[in-house]
Structures are given as C-alpha cells and as structure tokens.
C-alpha cells in the first residue's frame, strides 16, 4: 500500500497527483510570495514548537534529538486531532506536507509525514 502521506519542498512545482497539499511550517518561507505557493491548509500547529524549532536550528548534531522530542510533540491529543482534520479535509486524496528548509534529510517533515502515515495506519485512514 502506497502511503497517504508524502512531502516536498515549496520551492518544488505543484502536480496533479499531490492532492491536498499542506504547509507544514510555522514561519514563511524566504523569498516566496503568498500567491507563489500553492497550499491548501496552513497547519503551523503541526510544525515543531517554537523553542524545539530554535533549539534544533537546522543542525545535523541536534538530529536525534530533535526527532525524539518532535516526536513527542505529536503525540499530544491536539496533535493528534488536528491529524484527523487533515485526513478527513484529503477525503481519501494523497496529502502532501510542503516545507521550506533545505535539508531533504534533517527537516520536521520527516517526522511529521511519518506520524501521520502512522496515524493512517492506526485509524484506517488514507
């Protein structure tokens, strides 16, 4: 089964298959307008707590860390229910989490389209 959940950049252009797309980060990203970026939902309550963010600064050594605590995050009941809002504003479409950093390896998004690709798994969602 494919997952319901993929990610990509928003600097990446927008395709018929990416279904609902969601900006996933709390902050806007540099040097794109409003009108540039095609988005759905703006979920920045999804996006890592401000001091996580900070903390984590985009710095490969704070990785695991960051993950782990991220994770956390997103286990909180809010977190959780705003997950389902996703999914049932998708109605049965892909969802696609759209970010800005620059790092394909060491983003929140990761995290966030793994969690919820879980989340699919256990409410059988997606």
């Given at each position: 089964?494919?997952?319901?959940?993929?990610?990509?950049?928003?600097?990446?252009?927008?395709e018929n298959t990416d279904g609902l797309?969601?900006?996933?980060?709390?902050?806007?990203?540099?040097?794109?307008?409003?009108?540039?970026?095609?988005?759905?939902?703006?979920?920045?309550?999804?996006?890592?707590?401000?001091?996580?963010?900070?903390?984590?600064?985009?710095?490969?050594?704070?990785?695991?860390?960051?993950?782990?605590?991220?994770?956390?995050?997103?286990?909180?009941?809010?977190?959780?229910?705003?997950?389902?809002?996703?999914?049932?504003?998708?109605?049965?479409?892909?969802?696609?989490?759209?970010?800005?950093?620059?790092?394909?390896?060491?983003?929140?998004?990761?995290?966030?389209?793994?969690?919820?690709?879980?989340?699919?798994?256990?409410?059988?969602?997606?």
């Amino acid at each position: 089964m494919k997952s319901p959940v993929q990610i990509k950049r928003v600097y990446e252009e927008p395709e018929n298959t990416d279904g609902l797309r969601v900006f996933i980060d709390r902050l806007w990203p540099r040097g794109l307008s409003k009108a540039a970026l095609k988005y759905d939902l703006w979920c920045k309550d999804l996006a890592p707590s401000p001091a996580l963010r900070t903390w984590f600064g985009h710095k490969p050594e704070h990785w695991e860390g960051f993950r782990h605590d991220y994770a956390a995050e997103l286990q909180d009941a809010q977190a959780q229910a705003r997950m389902g809002e996703v999914f049932q504003a998708a109605r049965g479409r892909r969802i696609t989490l759209v970010f800005g950093a620059k790092d394909l390896e060491h983003n929140h998004a990761l995290i966030l389209a793994e969690a919820m690709n879980d989340y699919a798994r256990r409410h059988s969602v997606g």
